[in-house]
């Protein structure tokens, strides 16, 4: 009786570790449909962003290696090839606008949701590490904490100052180190002093290089 007893309780667990199986395999079947599920959804938002963008935004912004036209001489627009924002970025400058940029607040829901996704999704095809030391790096942070800080947050820090219009957020912006040195030449007339002159090749390229190894993070 006792040896039969013991047969039906290995058949039960033995059943019973079959069936655990099965819901692993289930929920991991269903984990992956949700998945392409939302990567699907995430693909026609996109898709959906870039009509938007080509009408409202590609006067004035590159992307995409789509040469925009500016009205304007030495226009401070980022090339979004340059830049890589995340998506609360993107819908925060569409919202309120920018130096040089009007507020798109008016656009509808979807079409806000979508030139969001659309811009976060193909920006920053330029933006690559640079191949940086750490005595470079520690030049570069030294210098944006003696020049920059005051109007740009990075590294989890935010902005020590209170400027009259915040500096780019490289909490949430990750630019290339081209765009950080051309910025510093050119500086922005009566928001960003230019550092022409006021800092050697040698400075420049340090913080460009820590600005775009740190931004982002």
């Known amino acids: 009786m006792r040896r039969a007893t013991a047969c039906v309780l290995l058949l039960v667990l033995a059943l019973a570790g079959c069936g655990s199986d099965n819901s692993s395999d289930e929920q991991a079947a269903a984990a992956a449909a949700r998945a392409r599920a939302k990567a699907a959804r ?13 009408k409202q935004c590609a006067l ?3 992307i995409e290696g789509r040469k925009a036209h500016p009205t304007f001489i030495e226009s401070t627009i980022p090339n979004f090839d340059e830049v890589k ?9 569409v919202q309120q606008g920018g130096i040089d940029m009007a507020s798109f607040g008016e656009l509808p ?9 659309y811009v976060t999704e193909v920006s920053g095809s330029r933006v690559t590490e640079p191949d940086a030391d750490e005595a470079q790096l520690a030049l570069g942070e ?3 904490r003696s020049h920059c800080e005051s109007c740009h947050a990075i590294d989890g820090r935010e902005m020590t100052g209170r400027p009259t219009f915040p500096g780019t957020d490289f909490n ?5 180190m081209a765009f950080v040195i051309r910025q510093a030449l050119r500086g922005i007339p009566d928001s960003m002093p230019s550092y022409r002159g006021k800092l050697t ?3 420049l390229h340090a913080v460009a290089a820590y600005v775009t190894t ?3 993070e």
């Open 142 to 144: 030294q210098i944006f």
């Open 42 to 54: 995430h693909a026609r938002l996109v898709a959906a962003g870039k009509p938007v963008f080509q």
């Open 109 to 117: 829901g979807r079409q806000m949701e979508a030139v969001v996704a």
């Open 214 to 216: 740190t931004a982002g």
């Open 60 to 62: 004035c912004h590159t």
């Open 85 to 93: 924002p995340r998506g609360e970025y993107v819908r925060l400058r």
């Open 172 to 176: 949430k912006v990750k630019p290339n």
């Open 201 to 203: 090749r040698k400075q």
